[in-house]
């Protein structure tokens, strides 16, 4: 009797375990899908623009700023790549290919440690941390102040 009773226990474990975890995931994953306004919507705490909302805007705008430069980038390196590696014969042609490829380099660098650096993931537990009353790192006070004073003077007045 002991071994069904160590059965039961095992099936029931395996089978909920996963319905438990799922919800738990569910509520801290869709973050990753989330865009600027759903992060926005998830975290107001007033009708009035807080902190949390200009934290928001700030990290995707450090966001789409390295989209931008990561394009562009891409787009330098793929046309002065191919500059570079075709045929010319011509030493000035191959040294502007090369000089092209070292200015667009850093962008390839750079934009992608961004992203990391200002990633949905860190978004989503700095405002699960302000949320609970912990506050907003010191680091970002000065974008978060800018922001709070871009959105006052985007918000009409009655």
């Known amino acids: 009797m002991h071994r069904h009773s ?37 975290t107001r705490l007033a009708a009035a623009p807080d902190s949390a909302e200009a934290l928001v805007r700030f ?47 850093p962008g390839l660098v750079l934009s992608p440690l961004t992203f990391r650096r200002y990633s949905k993931k860190k978004l989503f537990f700095l405002l699960q941390d302000y949320r609970e009353g912990r506050g907003i790192p010191e680091k970002y006070y000065p974008a978060v102040e800018r922001y709070l004073e871009k959105m006052a003077e985007d918000t009409p007045t009655k």
Do not use: C, K
């Open 6 to 42: 160590l059965w039961f226990v095992l099936t029931l474990v395996f089978f909920t375990a996963p319905l438990n975890m799922s919800a738990q995931a569910e509520s801290q994953e869709n973050y990753r899908r989330w865009q600027e306004d759903a992060f926005v919507t998830h």
């Open 59 to 105: 990290f995707f705008s450090q966001r789409r700023s390295a989209r931008r430069s990561l394009v562009i980038a891409a787009g330098s390196a793929a046309v002065f790549g191919s500059v570079f590696l075709l045929p010319a014969g011509n030493l000035a042609v191959e040294a502007i290919g090369l000089a092209g490829l070292a200015v667009s380099a």
